[in-house]
């Protein structure tokens, strides 16, 4: 049952938390339908302008091969063998591979009043000794299906090990709800999620076959959008999933004044309702995993049926993707989500056709401001292309399903993933550097989206590197990536003045994976407005600057304090507070700290100053 609190007591239900466990070709497989399938389809789409090469395969000789062009789709029907109905039979895995990462793959299992569709994953590569998966399905009994992307790959689930081959399948069941169920493999894997049959709610008619390909936490996020499902009254069901300690998952939505709030466990889950007609945001202090339920037909009436639908993080929002709606369903509708400092009606496109006569719905953020848009538009069957005009930068996201009597899908509309895996292509841009005082700089710099032309990854932060000229000191400072700050911005301290420093800024994502430096900018620090020869008063105190010397000593103040002055080069850091005479160089720095009272040792300020040229 959901636990909702308010922020005011968050802290005392929750502790201190970590970050979830981190971790190309088409690995799938299609798990048990309800009284067996009577179609099983894979829809091979790409949004590439040239004309796409792709072969399928199996480990019993089944091969495809065809050419895919933009804004067409190849339909390859399977032979029914195909459905993996026990663990026994391993190899139903089936491999689909092309010359592009512009591949998009679906997969439908039908039969009459019950059918099931998922968006495929590729399957990705970490430099990782461990790939984290969980379960999700609604109720009890559940399956869980593994298929094997490499030679080698050992699979845990509880205390049970599974060893499998490329291509080969297993599929688990134990009779239990298996939401939350932990699956460890020391290889990436293809991991599908959910049920033969399944009343959403429990009880409430009609039982649906349900099905979703999930992926390993590394690919998940933690800022979601959400809206109700277009035409139905029934409430929606959401399950939240975590991989971290105390996990805080706040839920906004446009029709309530609160936030609620539901502290997630390590390896556990919540379920929560929301009411129909609802927008909301979803955000979550470690990486989540959320999946949306539609209910039973019976629930409101409405021709439809169970299905699970996972959500894209906005982490994961694509340019430019192409999606697959398939035959036999009355109402089909994509839900397009766009972040505000991209809303542009005009530039997000349906098949070319811009979405300025659409109506934009506001989801808002817990604190008033416009977390981002949605709108619902109706499809037809064949295949469909979302895209975002703005370069190569302008994000989407987007959840298509449909409904027909007694029957529904729904899916991600994914084409890629983003994970940073051989470090980022594209580094942080516009980057400017401002001098705010002879110790102070600030930077600033472009957010990254992902995919920006190039994989980037799950954002989690930024590093900025300095270094001081004539320094072997490399400095770093890091700065967390924030959702809506499209410009961050971080102050360097303690800098030494009129000195030029190198600043690059990179990106890092949630494996720790250092992008590549942005191109070096040398900007010089504020000389401190000291003339020479001059002078500094304190309590009686004169400090004169020469050409080559500081004629300094031990000083008696007007309070009668005696007082020492301190006298280090910047650069070498070189110190002295007992010679009367300090020999210096021109043009260099040098910090000068009144000790009020030695045997104290109460220090005021420094003050820097420039010895002239001679």
Not at 342 to 350: L, M
Not at 390 to 406: E, L, N, P, T
Not at 479 to 503: H, W
Not at 532 to 546: V, Y
């Amino acid at each position: 049952m959901m636990k909702v609190i308010f922020l005011a007591v968050l802290f005392a239900l929750c502790w201190s938390s970590s970050s979830c466990e981190q971790d190309t070709g088409y690995y799938l497989a299609f798990p048990r339908n309800f009284h067996f399938t009577q179609s099983l389809k894979l829809s091979i789409s790409t949004t590439e302008s040239e004309p796409v090469y792709f072969f399928v395969d199996t480990l019993d000789g089944f091969q495809f091969r065809g050419i895919v062009h933009d804004n067409a789709t190849v339909t390859v029907e399977l032979p029914l063998s195909f459905e993996v109905t026990n663990s026994t039979v391993r190899n139903k895995g089936i491999r689909i591979t092309a010359a592009t990462t512009k591949l998009t793959v679906h997969g439908l299992s039908h039969r009459d009043r019950t059918s099931g569709m998922f968006a495929a994953l590729p399957c990705v590569k970490q430099n990782v000794n461990k790939y984290v998966y969980y379960g999700v399905t609604y109720n009890e009994p559940s399956q869980l299906l593994f298929v094997a992307c490499e030679d080698g790959t050992q699979i845990k689930v509880g205390s049970e090990v599974i060893h499998l081959n490329e291509m080969e399948t297993y599929l688990y069941t134990n009779g239990s709800d298996l939401t939350g169920v932990r699956v460890v493999s020391n290889k990436p894997i293809s991991f599908f999620s959910g049920q033969i049959c399944t009343n959403i709610p429990v009880g409430v008619g009609f039982c649906d076959f349900i099905v979703e390909q999930l992926p390993n936490t590394a690919l998940w996020g933690s800022h979601f959008l959400t809206a109700s499902l277009y035409g139905r009254t029934a409430p929606d069901i959401y399950t939240v999933v975590s991989c971290a300690p105390s996990t805080i998952v706040e839920i906004h939505c446009s029709n309530s004044l609160l936030t609620q709030v539901l502290c997630v466990f390590e390896n556990n889950y919540e379920t929560f309702t929301l009411s129909n007609d609802t927008f909301c945001t979803i955000t979550s202090n470690h990486p989540v995993l959320v999946v949306q339920f539609a209910s039973g037909q019976e629930a409101d009436n409405v021709e439809s049926d169970p299905f699970m639908m996972m959500l894209q993080p906005i982490e994961q929002y694509e340019n430019d993707v192409a999606i697959v709606v398939p035959s036999n369903f009355t109402v089909n509708v994509v839900a397009i989500y766009v972040r505000p400092e991209e809303f542009e009606p005009e530039k997000v496109s349906v098949d070319g056709y811009s979405q300025t006569n659409v109506n934009w719905t506001v989801i808002p953020c817990a604190d008033g401001n416009v977390c981002g848009y949605v709108a619902y538009v109706s499809l037809t069957e064949g295949q469909h292309r979302l895209s975002h005009q703005d370069g190569q930068c302008g994000m989407i996201g987007a959840s298509v399903y449909g409904f027909s009597y007694h029957n529904g899908y729904g899916y991600p509309a994914v084409g890629t993933v983003h994970t940073l895996l051989q470090g980022s292509a594209v580094s942080p841009r516009n980057v400017k550097v401002g001098v705010e005082s002879p110790t102070v700089l600030t930077v600033q710099w472009d957010s990254l989206r992902v995919d920006c032309s190039e994989v980037n990854g799950v954002i989690v932060k930024y590093k900025v590197q300095y270094v001081a000229q004539n320094s072997d000191v490399v400095h770093t400072k890091d700065q967390a990536a924030r959702q809506n700050v499209t410009r961050p911005k971080m102050s360097l301290t303690g800098l030494s003045p009129n000195t030029n420093y190198t600043i690059q800024v990179a990106a890092v994502n949630v494996e720790g994976d250092v992008g590549l430096l942005s191109a070096p900018l040398s900007v010089q620090t504020a000389q401190v407005a000291v003339s020479s020869p001059s002078s500094r008063n304190s309590e009686g105190l004169t400090i004169t600057i020469g050409v080559v010397f500081f004629l300094v000593g031990v000083l008696v103040g007007a309070s009668g304090i005696t007082a020492a002055v301190i006298i280090r080069q910047k650069a070498k850091r070189q110190e002295s507070s007992k010679e009367p005479h300090i020999i210096t160089k021109p043009n260099q720095v040098y910090e000068m700290t009144l000790i009020r009272n030695p045997g104290a040792a109460v220090m005021e300020d420094p003050v820097y100053a420039t010895v002239p040229a001679c």
